[in-house]
T-cell receptor, first 113, second 109 residues
Framework: DADVTQTPRNRITKTGKRIMLECSQT?????MYWYRQDPGLGLRLIYY???????NKGEISDGYSVSRQAQAKFSLSLESAIPNQTALYFC????????????FGPGTRLTVT | EDQVTQSPEALRLQEGESSSLNCSYT??????LFWYRQDPGKGPEFLFT???AGEEKEKERLKATLTKKESFLHITAPKPEDSATYLC??????????FGKGMKLTVNP
């Protein structure tokens, strides 16, 4: 079984709709992250959480919100989706050590029409 | 501001033709340089972490090296299955990873 899972894997939605992407992990890591990936722009950090009570904005948080429901679960919401939020979204986890690598989920391909 | 630049953006090699990928970086207080491999439609897969200049790590046909300004990912005698996008990232004092835009490697049989 995968250590980091994301649901859904693919989603097509319309402009203005609210959508939630979910991430679960079985690695026992405290830290979780949400990224988006766009062609030619690389991976950009949306939000990150170092523990259940600690949530921080990343580089591109406008238009997004998150919820850390438990150590193992971190969800990303688009309150009112817009077409330029069409992208690949990845969840990642890491141990608490500042030198630890991040482990990524399989991604969610989101299309906003 | 931490920055990562990868070059070239794309590289085509023949099977067995060795080459190197470059990752140049600027960071305040390096706390790690990370290499990832990403296959189409999949999440990045962790390869290596390097922490200090002069450090080297190897895995199969891949070898990563680090200087104070750049890292190289050397690919020796590549095979078609090495075709992927390779990502470089750095972590500085902010503890956030900053990624480069990636380098797409194609190895032809």
């Amino acid at each position: 079984d995968a250590d980091v899972t994301q649901t859904p894997r693919n989603r097509i939605t319309k402009t203005g709709k609210r959508i939630m992407l979910e991430c679960s992990q079985t690695k026992g890591h405290d830290r979780m992250y949400w990224y988006r990936q766009d062609p030619g722009l690389g991976l950009r950090l949306i939000y990150y959480s170092f523990d259940v009570k600690d949530i921080n904005k990343g580089e591109i948080s406008d238009g997004y919100s998150v919820s850390r429901q438990a150590q193992a679960k971190f969800s990303l919401s688009l309150e009112s989706a817009i077409p330029n939020q069409t992208a690949l979204y990845f969840c990642a986890t890491s141990r608490s050590s500042g030198r630890s690598e991040q482990y990524f989920g399989p991604g969610t391909r989101l299309t906003v029409t | 501001e931490d920055q990562v630049t990868q070059s070239p953006e794309a590289l085509r090699l023949q099977e067995g033709e060795s080459s190197s990928l470059n990752c140049s970086y600027t960071v305040s207080g390096l706390r790690g340089l990370f290499w990832y491999r990403q296959d189409p439609g999949k999440g990045p897969e962790f390869l290596f972490t390097l922490y200090s200049a002069g450090e080297e790590k190897e895995k199969e046909r891949l070898k990563a090296t680090l200087t104070k300004k750049e890292s190289f990912l050397h690919i020796t005698a590549p095979k078609p299955e090495d075709s992927a996008t390779y990502l470089c990232a750095v972590r500085g004092g902010s503890e956030k990873l900053v990624f480069g835009k990636g380098m797409k490697l194609t190895v032809n049989p």
